[in-house]
Structures are given as C-alpha cells and as structure tokens.
C-alpha cells in the first residue's frame, strides 16, 4: 500500500500542473479565438502520464535531493565520452531509445509545428539534458550515451509517427497552438515536480525511518 501512495504522489505532483496548464491554454484558445480541438484535454492527459513515466523512471532530481544531499559536482558521476563503457549494456540501451520514443510521436501528433524531423530531436535532446543534469542532484549517473539514444529514440518515434500519419490519413489532432505552448508544458510539468516531489521525506512518513 505505501508503494502505491508513493506512486500517486508523484503522479499528483504530475497531473496537478497539467490540469492547470490545460486550463490555462483553454482560455487562453478561447480569449484568441482559436479552435479548441476535440479531445486535446485527454491528449494533454495522456502526454502527462507520460512524462511521468520519463521522470519516474530516469529518477529526475528535484530540490529536495539537493537540500538533503548538498550540491556536490562529482567528476566521476559524469561522463562525457559517448559509448567509453566497457561494459556494454545492449538493454540499457534498447531501453533509453524506447523511452524516448513516445515523445517523439506526442509532440507532432498535438502540435503541428513539430512536424519536422529536427524539431523532434532538438526537443528529445533538450529533454533528456535537462533529466540528465537533474540527476546530478541525487548522484546518479550522468551520461552523454543516455542523452545520445534518447534523442535517437525521438527520432524514431517521429518516424512512426509518419508511418501513422501515411496509413490512418489523418493528421488533424495537432495545433499550430500559440508559441511556447509544448516546452511551456513540459517545462511547467517539470518544475512543479522538482519543487513538490520530496521522495525522501513522504518514505519517511510511509516506512517510519
């Protein structure tokens, strides 16, 4: 039961800003009179859940790591030097490319000014450099090959979202939506996480230590 409770924490400190960014981007549609598309609440929703999953699962730090730990840059937490491990993990890797591929299939399906390939990954890049410098909050690795195959995972889930767009015939989910709308959501997403989630302390509260 406790490990759900942290789960849904987190989730909240998720879907709380979601839901209020939604809202804001809501009226901000209707105050410009532009076309809020049908079911982009619930897209927004599902892009959410999912970036979730990417914060939960790369374990991105947040303020409490560094007020409990102390902002200490370790030489040895970071590597530089694409692919120097000696010890080759090809799950690892398959697994830092798989990620990264809903993101890369999310952001053109809501927003059409992410149609084009070098947007995607820019934006898989930018992402998974802001994990990977969270992470050195709580010690963990930090790792150029993970930035490397995130963004390759972008790029291939942009590519099948080509093959989507070729076989269903549709496309017109995604907005033009105002300027700054998706990194303001994933940027707002990622703060309300870094300065809300204490991890440490809810397990504190849960587990008695």
Known sequence: METYIMYGYELITILFPAAVLTGVFYALYRRKRMDWRRFKAVYLLIFA??????????????????????????????NLVPFSDPNFDLTGYVLNIVLFMPLGFLLPFLWQQFRKLWHVAASGFLLSVLVECSQLLNFRATDVDDIILNTLGAVCGYLVFLLYSSVVKRGDEG???????????????????????????MAGLLFGF
């Open 49 to 78: 859940v999912y970036l979730f999953g990417v914060f939960h699962f790369t374990g991105a730090g947040t303020i409490f790591d560094a007020v409990r730990l102390g902002v200490e840059l370790n030489p040895g937490q970071i």
């Open 175 to 201: 907005q033009d939506g105002f300027r700054y709308e998706a990194p303001l959501f994933v940027a707002g997403i990622f703060l309300f996480r870094f300065f809300a989630f204490n991890e440490f302390g």
